[in-house]
């Protein structure tokens, strides 16, 4: 015996129970609430349609809401509750809506809560606190969900006999096949209605079929829901390890599969209608098959008195059932004239159906039926319905499938594919049902259970005129619940269908999206979750920055250090610090994460002069230069430095944000429009490892590090430090005399030692991007993203004189588009404040406040010797308003600071500093 | 127009809510309009509304391919917001919210509009700047926004991931209170009520095929219904825009993509505002049945097939899973895809083309919804005077060759580098 | 019971070779020409239309080509870790796109493709073990991920 | 997610590649202003077939042109772009 908890009651379940069929057992009928009135609801089917018996499972970080009590099995130690209910599900304050549901009709909402938008607000909180089913979970959960690709020749829906016999088909043709069943067991309707196949019983042969398809190396996946069926046959399955809110045994709860097949075989069968009548809704009024279903298979005999309602002759089979359980089978209330049944010993009763059933939360008391026009009751506690069957055609629909119109089963069947998808079994061949529509106070007679829609409802809508299915659901909301109207909209159809008097095909179809089962969110995302939710790049030095325990900064994905406190330094008070040290004697800053692309060949000027704005041919062996790139809307995207290493061969850096925009531009450009081009162009960003080495010290620093004199500015010499072969550059982002040393990273560690060891004997520190941003703004010195923010062109941002006169650069033809001459688009310029004060960061420059905005600040900072707060700003008509005088007002923070206008260049504006 | 009000509801209490007439008509189309609109979701809807009630033209039609709301109307997050760093953005989305704030009082229709606070995460020191620039971009225009501390955020999300070794840290916000949500089918059936009885014909399951073009001028569109003679005509065909302007002989800037989005089961409140981020893709609401509202990026290729790809939704749901790890038990319930017309610098067109007699209003990317009221009001008025209203002239389609984008994000012309 | 074992070999000299021509002398240099897509031979991996992985000394291969292609160096960027063991291939269909179960991938195929969203190229060595070439800044993040995968894979 | 042939490598999953842009909105080098104007900013963007410029990005990194239906998302053709290749 199994022990859980439903509602705090301890309770008993056999082996392989569902929990509906354990709360079955125990004569428990009231299992839930309806979303909208709180009517009493108990379970109407035994599978993953269910509507109405909805608990949360599980608890803490495990709780699942929503959990459907026909797709759940019973597990020792779980842990069951009712939901929508307040104080109890027996007695349920929500319950008193019923009262005034009759003010509360489809759509009631878009028709009152009149007034401002406060006024809504205000009623929400008490519509959305009734509202939404299960608790919200507030814990984390605790467990983990895998996600893995599989390949197959032929996957198969739906473990049937049908779906057991394609996959056998395909295993013996060799094929590589995978069968997915969403029940615990194979072939599940074998257990409901139990036959020989084979010369075998039908589990045994089920689990022989299982056997072969896995000694043929196929795949058999039990608890496995396909929930997406994509394009090219991309199938997402949902596998459930353990139950919901159970323990798992292994490292994962659930494994969401990606399968791609070359043929999918739908083997999904059908879903049984109920039939729509007053009260169907109460508990103890159940689908025909799904009370077949807990006799045969469970062992639970839902009712005692039943009577069965039909349109079809399966019913029949759920009558015997109850018969042989002991059950009393009060009548069979056949709509059909012709007498069908006659000779099965039930009290059959043709061209009848049920009107209104009675009873109330602790089930059906009865059933008052029509029958040839006149009505009679039947005393009963339980009422099996089918009317008919509804294909499973969810995934065929996904695929793209068409549908068509079976009369005789009065259903849709799968029609044209686009995919390879085929359906087999009953959902391409569904039992012959009649339709007869709705019977009894329409009001009363329920067609979407969960979302309490009636047929009351959809003839308002109708006539109101929502009468695409569309609207129709919409407005009534039919079909949104989580069973997403699996039981519901061909109802909804057939009254359509009704009121246009017209034939169901006509009254219009809805569309099936993903899932066909609802799919767990956690299971969607698999092991990217917490810090691994998206991934971490570390460079090479991290290691190493991580044991002096750095401020870091998440850069895009990278890991940076953005200052090395000492101390209780705060970051600004570590960055200053470090920023003066380079001002003063020298620092060391790992800038790996810089993009870096060789580019060789001897077409490799041509190439770099239409991505580079600047010249590039110009440079001779062993020197470098500033360049910047312009996209093809000729607005400036990225900047960097290009060096000649050798004659053909260049080293390019940019942006690190940019980096896999650059390499995907250079490889376009490589590509699609120099492909006549002798050139090679390799993104060797992770293989150079990049150290700045900068102030007064650097070059001194270098030299005894190199044994060699360092290069002038902008020069790059191939040495050695530490016994490492290195790319010396002599650039300077800082302001100050300063090298870029670039490596092969498998060494990264030993030549930052190297480097670290001298700039520390020189009295300097290593920085981090805190302090690299500060000596980078009063140089006047740009970063992709602030102030290269992809709206200026290169004279905008004070670079027009480094453009390359000739052209020929990408960008240059669409530059002379008109508005491009207009003076007052914005520009980059320099701030000061006047009267003291920090200029805030994205603030807004206006001439007074309460005028509107002429350009922002993109960067702030200070004098980092003097102090002063300085920025950088994009201005309208900036270049010609040097020396005006505005206010960076930044309403949010409330702050305004009066600021002078002038060159973005505080720092050694002639670039002595450069010099030795 | 029978008013809706709590009263009637009640009356129909006592008498089985049998006295509501249809929201709207079913009219056969007449030969000829002054005004035909191409697209029966919510701009084309509220354009002939605001066409009527404004500027007394109500001899309209608007045709509709399949049934009013379809397309995107019916199909996105139902966020409310004007919260843009661009000027013209902000103040024509400030406008657009404005009118949503009276929406349901003019529209006698409840569209359940809910001021619940639109939120943007901060995830480092740069994303509050970006923020704060943001924020400080609005509020010199008067629009309300706010900055917000870690601490005051968690006490306005509590469900927030706030440990610090996040993924994505959580170090402040910037909310716009005045943001938030609407209910989206209502917006279409508010407007197309409001229209119908101002005399507007409402023409469902009308494709249009084919434009009449007179001597350089639209002067009527052939249809699955017959032709249909206009005036003017004016397209506001969301992701179809490219395939009608295209009956005209005009090629525009847009693109058309799939953007994805997708509800949970319903749960009772977890999630207060709308949930955006500065960093990531992906925002996050519960609607008023309880589920999770989740979006995320387009899907970055063209398509009209109004049907996603499995890889994108995974994208966001792991990103709001990083913000809100307590959803990984719930389960995502239903999906959905709508065909977006991805313009080149991420902001609309609307006003005149180079077509006489043709205006468009499209190249909405995924910021469509929350435009309806503004931009069905702005182009009416642009319809009726023949001249752009002056907060859509910076939207022009003209922008493009003259070199002014509106690019929000200075990504550049291709919508799959935003 | 893992069935599969992750091994960080750590970083070796690798170089890139990119061709825009057809140089003759390269098969003296290798002893073999140089692979198709998908395929590796020796120390020579294809990764692309125009492009090979190389492992060892390449002077005198950078002499054959001269003219033809270029050859830039890529180890420093790229971690070799060995998946070996029966469950290899089970192991990368994990957070996978590509059918690593497929029988075709065979002895010194070669593919790039992605594994939990991380670029990574990979070569069978024989039918116990496989090669990853992993960028050198998702490798942390990688291995984490092959670790708590290879404690679940499904039978 | 679709299944594009590469045309170097065959068969490979969607999440390996990025499409790039349409083929009408290349830019040639030598383009004259109208026209680089024009490519950059026009598109037929039929609701049918079109041809894209994609990449197999997270693959053998080449690129190619496509030719494929938007609505049925089937591809009619693929063509490698680039330089010439060895076998």
């Known amino acids: 015996m199994i022990r859980f908890t439903f509602d705090g009651r301890a309770l008993t379940a056999k082996p392989g129970q569902t929990l509906a069929a354990a709360l079955l057992d125990h004569g428990i009928k009231l299992v839930g609430r309806s979303f909208k009135y709180h009517r009493p609801r ?421 006539r109101e005129g929502y009468r695409s299915v569309e609207h129709l659901k919409r407005y009534t909301t039919l079909g949104m619940a989580t069973d997403q109207g699996k039981t519901s909209n061909m109802a909804a159809l057939d009254r359509i269908a009704r009121r246009e008097g017209m034939e169901v095909p006509q009254a219009g179809l809805t569309t099936f999206r993903p899932p066909y089962t609802p799919v767990s969110m956690g299971a969607l995302v698999g092991l990217a979750t917490g810090e691994h939710a998206q991934p971490t790049r570390r460079p090479a030095l991290y290691d190493l920055h991580a044991a002096k325990h750095p401020i870091w900064l998440n850069a895009g994905y990278w890991k940076r250090p953005r200052a090395y406190p000492v101390g209780s330094e705060t970051l600004a008070e570590a960055g200053l610090r470090e920023a003066r040290s380079v001002r003063q004697a020298v620092g060391l800053c790992d800038v790996s994460t810089l993009a870096k692309f060789e580019v060789q060949g001897p077409d490799a000027v041509q190439f770099l002069e239409r991505v580079c704005q600047t010249t590039v041919g110009k440079l001779a062996v062993g020197r470098g230069r500033y360049t910047f790139m312009a996209r093809e809307d000729g607005l400036v995207f990225d900047d960097g430095t290009v060096w000649r290493l050798e004659d053909n061969r260049y080293l390019l850096t940019s942006s690190t944000g940019g980096a896999s925009r650059m390499a995907t531009w250079l490889s376009y450009v490589r590509n699609y429009l120099c492909a006549d081009l002798k050139v090679s162009v390799v993104c060797v960003q992770e293989h150079y490892a990049a150290i700045a080495v900068a102030g007064p010290q650097s070059s001194a620093v270098m030299a005894e590090l190199t044994g060699a004199e360092a290069p002038r500015h902008m020069s790059v010499s191939e040495t050695g430090i530490a016994g490492v072969p290195v790319l010396l550059m002599a650039a300077s982002f800082s302001g100050e005399r300063a090298f870029e040393v670039h490596f092969d990273a498998r060494h990264a560690e030993a030549v930052w030692r190297a480097i670290e060891d001298k700039v520390l004997q020189a009295g300097g520190a290593p920085y981090g991007i805190e302090a690299m941003e500060l000596l980078r703004i009063e140089k006047g010195h740009l970063v992709v993203g602030p102030d290269i923010d992809g709206r200026l062109t290169a004279d905008e941002l004070g670079l027009g004189k480094m453009v390359n006169k000739a052209g020929g650069w990408i960008g240059a033809a669409t530059l002379h588009r008109p508005d491009f001459a207009d003076s007052m688009r914005k520009q980059l310029v320099g701030i000061e404040a006047v009267n003291g004060g920090s200029i805030p960061e994205g603030a807004m420059l206006v001439r007074r406040v309460g005028e509107q905005a002429e350009g922002h600040v993109t960067a702030s900072g200070l004098r980092i010797m003097e102090g002063g707060s300085i920025a950088l700003a994009h201005l309208m008509g900036g270049h010609m308003r040097h020396g005006e005088e505005l206010y960076a007002h930044s309403p949010t923070r409330k702050q305004t600071v009066k600021v002078r206008v002038g060159s973005p260049h505080f720092y050694d504006p002639s670039g002595e500093r450069y010099r030795d | ?305 109004q049907r996603g790809h499995a890889v994108t939704m995974e994208l966001a749901v792991q990103q709001g899973l990083a913000l809100i790890p307590a959803l990984s038990r719930l389960r995502m319930l239903r999906t959905w895809a709508g065909v977006t017309d991805m313009s080149f610098d991420g902001s609309p067109i609307i006003g005149s083309t180079p077509v006489d007699g043709l205006w468009i209003d499209g190249g909405w990317c995924y910021g469509g919804f929350k435009a309806t009221p503004g931009s069905g009001y702005l182009f009416a008025d642009t319809l009726a005077n023949q001249r752009p209203h002056e907060i859509i002239a910076p939207f022009s389609l003209d922008r493009f060759e003259r070199g002014s984008p509106v690019d929000e994000n200075g990504t550049g012309p291709f919508p799959n580098h935003r | 019971m893992t069935d599969v074992v992750v091994e960080r070999l750590g970083f070796a000299p690798l170089q890139l070779l990119d061709l825009w021509g057809d140089p003759g002398g390269v098969q003296q240099v290798l002893g073999h020409a140089l692979p198709p897509v998908g395929r590796a031979e020796g120390g020579v991996l294809r990764t692309g239309p125009t492009s090979w992985l190389i492992e060892g000394e390449v002077s005198a291969l950078k002499a054959a080509i001269s003219g033809d292609g270029a050859i830039a160096a890529v180890g420093g960027g790229l971690l070799r870790v060995r998946l070996s063991g029966p469950n290899w291939r089970s192991l990368l269909m994990e957070g996978g796109l590509f059918d690593f179960e497929s029988p075709a991938f065979t002895t010194d195929c070669v593919v790039i493709t992605v594994i939990d969203h991380v670029s990574v190229t990979l070569r069978v060595e024989g039918p116990d073990s496989c090669l990853a070439y992993v960028p050198a800044s998702h490798a942390a993040d990688l291995l984490h991920f092959w670790q708590i995968s290879a404690g679940g894979l499904p039978q | 997610m679709l299944l594009i042939p590469c045309p170097h490598c065959g068969d490979r999953a969607q999440a390996e590649f990025a499409y790039e842009r349409t083929a009408d909105s290349v830019v040639p080098l030598d383009a004259a202003p109208d026209q680089a104007v024009a490519a950059l900013f026009t598109r037929t963007n039929p609701r049918g077939i079109d041809e894209e410029i994609w990449r197999h990005t997270y693959g053998c990194g080449s690129w190619m042109l496509i030719r494929r239906d938007r609505v049925s998302h089937a591809i009619e053709w693929v063509k490698p772009i680039g330089p010439a290749v060895l076998p």
């Open chain 1, 42 to 462: 108990g379970i109407l089917s035994a599978g993953v349609e269910e509507p109405n018996a909805l608990v949360t499972v599980g608890t803490g970080g495990r709780a699942e809401p929503n959990t459907r009590a026909t797709d759940l099995y019973v597990y020792d130690g779980m842990v069951a509750t009712s939901q929508n209910r307040w104080p109890s599900l027996s007695s349920d304050l929500g319950s008193a809506l019923q009262l005034v549901a009759k003010a509360l009709p489809a759509g009631f909402y878009y028709k009152t809560f009149f007034g401002p938008p406060k006024l809504w607000l205000f009623y929400e909180k008490f519509i959305r606190r009734a509202a939404g089913l299960g608790p919200a979970p507030v814990e984390a959960d605790p467990d983990r969900y895998a996600q893995r690709a599989a390949f197959c020749d032929v996957l198969v829906v739906g473990a049937g006999p049908a779906g057991l016999i394609a996959a056998r088909d395909a295993a013996r043709a060799g094929k590589r096949v995978i069968l997915v069943e969403q029940d615990a067991e194979l072939a599940p309707s074998l257990l409901r209605d139990p036959q020989e196949i084979e010369g075998q019983p039908g589990s045994v042969w089920a689990a022989s079929v299982a056997a072969e398809l896995r000694a043929k190396g196929g795949r058999v996946l039990t608890r496995t829901s396909a929930s997406g069926l994509w394009d090219d046959n991309f199938i997402c399955l949902s596998e459930k390890l353990v139950e919901p809110g159970q323990v798992p045994q292994g490292a994962f709860t659930q494994r969401y599969w990606h399968v791609r097949a070359d043929e999918v075989v739908l083997a999904t069968g059908t879903l049984e209608r109920p039939l729509t009548f007053a009260n169907n809704d109460r508990p103890g009024v159940m689908l025909s098959q799904a009370v077949r279903t807990y006799v045969s298979r469970f062992g639970v005999v839902p009712g005692q008195r039943v009577v069965v309602a039909t349109s079809n002759d399966d019913a029949y089979l759920t009558a015997t059932a109850l018969r042989q359980a002991g059950a009393e089978v009060v009548a069979v209330l056949d709509s059909r004239p012709s007498p069908a049944g006659q000779d099965s010993g039930f009290a059959v009763l043709n061209c009848a159906a049920p009107v209104s059933a009675a009873g109330g939360k602790r089930g059906v008391t009865g059933v008052t039926a029509l029958i040839d026009g006149a009505e009679r009751s039947f005393a009963c506690d339980l009422i099996a319905m089918s009317g008919g069957f509804t294909p499973v055609v969810h995934l065929h629909m996904q695929a793209g499938g068409k549908l068509d119109w079976d009369d005789a089963a009065q259903a849709f069947v799968p029609g044209a594919t686009r995919q390879n998808v085929r359906t087999v079994g009953s959902a391409a061949a569904p039992a012959p049902a009649e339709t007869f529509g709705a019977l009894g106070p329409a009001k009363q007679a329920f067609v979407d259970f969960q979302n309490d829609v009636t047929v009351a409802d959809l003839d308002l809508a109708w």
């Open chain 2, 1 to 305: 127009m029978a008013k809706y009000s709590a009263l009637s509801l009640l009356r129909g209490a006592f008498n089985g809510q049998s006295h509501w007439q249809p929201a709207w008509r079913h009219p056969d189309p007449k030969a000829s309009y002054d005004v035909v609109i191409i697209g029966g979701g919510g701009h084309g809807l509220a354009t002939a509304h605001y066409l009527a009630k404004n500027h007394g033209i109500t001899n309209v039609a608007v045709l509709e391919k399949g049934y009013i709301g379809s397309g995107n109307t019916g199909r996105n997050t139902t966020i409310v917001r004007s919260n843009y760093r661009l000027e013209p953005l902000s103040r024509f989305y400030e406008f657009s919210l404005k009118l949503w704030e009276q929406l349901s009082d003019e529209l006698n229709y409840n569209v359940m509009f809910s001021p619940r606070g639109a939120l943007t995460l901060g995830h480092s020191d740069g994303d509050m700047i970006r923020l704060a620039e943001k924020g400080d971009a609005m509020a010199v225009q008067g629009i309300d926004a706010e900055l917000l501390t870690r601490d005051q955020v968690m006490k306005i999300e509590p469900c927030l991931d706030f440990s610090h070794d996040a993924r994505f840290p959580i170090e402040g916000g910037m909310i716009q209170w005045r943001g938030g949500t609407a209910r989206h089918d209502a917006v279409a059936w508010g407007f197309a009520r409001s229209a119908d009885s101002q005399g507007v014909d409402i023409i469902q399951q009308c494709e249009v095929t084919s434009m009449v073009v007179d001597a350089g001028r639209v002067v009527g569109v052939e249809t699955s219904r017959g032709r249909i003679n206009a005036g003017m005509v004016a397209i506001c065909a969301a992701g179809h825009s490219g395939h009608v302007a295209a009956m005209a002989g005009l090629k525009l800037p847009v693109e058309s993509q799939t953007l994805q989005a997708m509800v949970t089961e319903g749960v009772k409140p977890m999630v207060n505002t709308v949930v955006m981020t500065q960093s990531l893709h992906c925002y996050i609401s519960q609607s008023d049945k309880g589920g999770i509202v989740f979006g995320g990026d387009p899907d970055n290729w063209p398509s009209y097939a």
